[in-house]
Every structure is written in structure tokens, then in C-alpha cells.
């Protein structure tokens, strides 16, 4: 197979049905592209099979190569990665798109709107090249997606080559096999819910977490629930205030992110801001946020684990905390101190997640009392919210 690359030479590269993963890098800067391929093909599982400067050429270049992850700019002249977006997935409507940007406001609601529009999860690029070239964090965050959303995507080819359509799992019952990317294989064992009406609602998300959390409280808001809710998903600073304003404008909820000695009331979302862990703490007859800078847990901050301890220790049994798609395991220590105070902890199902890997680090952990598909999480929390003790 050939391609071509920045220079419009064709060149041969590795044959698809190698077990690497085959990456399409698309930046207008020379200087970036060469970085993040230097990058990604640093490690072996990974290789850069395109390098272009705008999203016209990577339109282009993938209806004659075959490629699993493209890692998209926003910004690039001919045609911007917004416009490239609905074009590379009509053409391969399984490939997985990683939106690259640098942490401005623009940025962030353009990427915000790109995951709405099928991009499968972003990085926050560096704002310099010397920057990016320094980049550990970035190298890592960068890395790690590519390989869990491309071995996702190697899982879910032949069935969508065959146009076969997956079935939806059942209520309750043991997830399918997991993808690649999520825990070891392993049965679910269900456990039964806490016996209190909860009082707080805490959920958790990563990868593909946006989208869930824009269903999922459309969902609760129709349904009427009375509950204060508090968000943490794996989100930058920008990207965080952008997710506030959008689930206020697209689910019904007022929501806002988080700040120190925030009030929590009941029918409020309080999102944690990028790079603070958000916890819950009682004052005197209040629960307040507390913001804190501690040290990353599990590569995150804001992570799941803290704010899910904290509820636990705030709120006692009368906790409801939902895992939503994500790459990891984060959530699921954090809803075992849940449980074992009394608490509820429900997570979304293998089929509906962008990346089971948190829900299924906690359903494997026999920690959930509920497993279900995304479109039917809003009608079970409804519904335990509003039962009797």
C-alpha cells in the first residue's frame, strides 16, 4: 500500500493487516507534525502511515489508506478540522478522530461541537513548538488514546466492513466481551442497591463522557429529578467552562463550574473545574465545594476517586454515583468507599461506551448494582431517586 505524505510523494508503508496501529497526524505547522510523528512512532505499536497540512489533503489521503486514528488540528487553512470532520466519517464511519488543539476558548468550543459531530476524544495541544517538544504529559495523554480508541477500532472493523449492526445489550445482564481497550475479561456480578434514598447524585466520566453526559441529563431533567448533581470528567482547564455552558444550554439543568465554598443545592450541577480536584464537604448544616490542587490521581486532575470519597463521607448512604465511558480505571476505588459506607453505584454498559474502561474497571469490581445501556441509566436513577426508604 501507498500513500502520500507532506511532500505529495508516494511512499510504502506497512500492510494493513499489521497489528500496529495505523495514525494520521493532520497539522498545518511542519514543525508540529514532525513532533507528534516522532512521538507517536516512539512507540512500537504505533505507525504514522499519513502526515498533512490541512484537513482536505486527509480527506484525500484516506480513501486510498488505511488508517485507525487521525489526530486532527482545528486550524488549518484550505479546510479546518471541523469541516474535515463529517467527511472523514463518511468515508469510514468506524475510524476514531482525536481533535488536537491549544486551550483557548475558540479551541475549546470547537472541540466541544466536534464531539458532538463524531469525534471519538481530544488532547490539549501546547501552545508553542518548544512547548510540545517538552511535553511528557502530552506525549503520554496523546499516545494512550491513540492506542486504546485504535485497538477499538480494529475491534469494531470487520463488523462495520460487514455492515452488521451490533445488538444492544439487555438490561442488567452481563456486558458483552470487552473492547480491547477495557479491563481484563471477567463476569459482572451485580450487587444489591444501597436501602437509602439517596441525597446527592455524583458522576464520572472520560473519553466520550461529553456526549453521555449530554444524553444522560437530558434524560434526568425530563424524568424530574430533584437531586444537586456534581460532574467530574477528565476535561483541561477552557474545556470545563465550555462543558458547563453547553449542558446548560442542552439538557434543561443549570449548571456551573465549580468554585471554592459553592453552596450545593438540590436541582444544581456543579462541574469540577480542569486541573482542580472538586470535592464535597459539610459546614455546619451546609455541603460546599472544596477545590484543591493535591497530586493527579490516576494521571487525572480533576479525578473521579477523590469526589467520590468525599460524597461517601459527606453524605453517608444516601449517595448515588454513576460511571460513565472512559479510558482507565478511575471511579472505581472511589465507588468502592461508596458502597461500603451504603452507597449506590451504577455504571454504563460495554455497548453504549465510547471506552469501557472505567464502567467496566467498576462492574468487574462487583461494586454496581446496575450495569445498562446509556439510554436506559436516566429512567433507573429516576426512579431508585424517587423511591421510598
Known amino acids: 500500500m501507498s500513500i502520500t505524505g507532506d511532500n505529495g510523494a508516494a511512499r510504502q508503508t506497512a500492510d494493513s493487516t499489521s497489528d500496529k496501529i495505523n495514525v494520521m497526524v493532520v497539522d498545518d505547522s511542519a514543525v508540529v507534525r514532525g513532533l507528534i510523528v516522532r512521538m507517536l512512532e516512539s512507540d512500537p505499536a504505533l505507525h504514522v502511515v499519513a502526515s498533512v497540512g490541512n484537513g482536505q489533503l486527509a480527506v484525500s489521503n484516506l480513501q486510498r489508506t488505511d488508517v485507525d486514528v487521525v489526530v486532527l488540528d482545528i486550524e488549518m487553512p484550505v479546510m479546518d478540522g471541523l469541516t474535515a470532520l463529517p467527511k472523514l466519517l463518511q468515508i469510514d464511519p468506524s475510524i476514531k478522530v482525536i481533535m488536537a488543539s491549544t486551550l483557548t476558548l475558540r479551541n475549546a468550543e470547537i472541540s466541544i461541537r466536534a464531539l458532538q459531530a463524531g469525534a471519538a476524544d481530544y488532547v490539549p495541544k501546547p501552545s508553542s513548538a518548544r512547548d510540545l517538544s517538552a511535553g511528557d504529559e502530552f506525549k503520554r495523554d496523546l499516545t494512550d488514546k491513540v492506542k486504546t480508541l485504535g485497538n477499538i477500532r480494529r475491534h469494531q472493523r470487520p463488523a462495520a466492513r460487514a455492515g452488521l449492526q451490533r445488538p444492544a445489550p439487555a438490561p442488567m445482564a452481563r456486558p458483552a466481551t470487552p473492547k480491547p481497550s477495557a479491563m481484563p475479561h471477567g463476569p459482572v456480578t451485580l450487587r444489591q442497591p444501597g436501602r437509602s434514598k439517596p441525597d446527592i447524585l455524583a458522576i464520572g466520566s472520560s473519553t466520550g463522557g461529553p456526549q453521555a453526559l449530554f444524553a444522560l441529563l437530558k434524560d434526568l431533567h425530563a424524568g424530574q429529578l430533584k437531586l444537586p448533581i456534581v460532574i467530574t470528567q477528565h476535561m483541561p482547564p477552557t474545556f470545563t467552562t465550555i462543558l458547563a455552558d453547553h449542558i446548560n444550554r442542552m439538557t434543561g439543568w443549570p449548571c456551573k463550574e465549580a468554585q471554592e465554598g459553592d ?35 490516576n494521571f487525572c486532575r480533576p479525578a473521579v476517586d477523590p469526589m467520590f470519597r468525599s460524597v ?48 467496566g474497571a467498576a462492574a468487574m469490581s462487583g461494586i454496581c448494582s446496575a450495569v445498562l445501556p446509556l439510554r436506559e441509566l436516566g429512567s433507573y436513577i429516576t426512579k431508585f431517586a424517587s423511591r421510598g426508604l
Open 312 to 359: 461517601s463521607k459527606a453524605y453517608g448512604d444516601r449517595v448515588l454515583a454513576v460511571i460513565l465511558t472512559g479510558m482507565g480505571s478511575d471511579g472505581a476505588r472511589g465507588g468502592k468507599v461508596v458502597v461500603d459506607s451504603g452507597g449506590t453505584v451504577v455504571a454504563q454498559d460495554e455497548g453504549s461506551s465510547v471506552v469501557w474502561g472505567m464502567p
Open 263 to 297: 453552596v450545593i443545592t438540590a436541582g444544581q450541577i456543579f462541574l469540577a473545574p480542569g486541573d482542580f480536584h472538586m470535592l464535597v464537604e459539610t459546614k455546619g448544616v451546609q455541603k460546599v465545594i472544596r477545590l484543591n490542587k493535591e497530586a493527579p490521581e
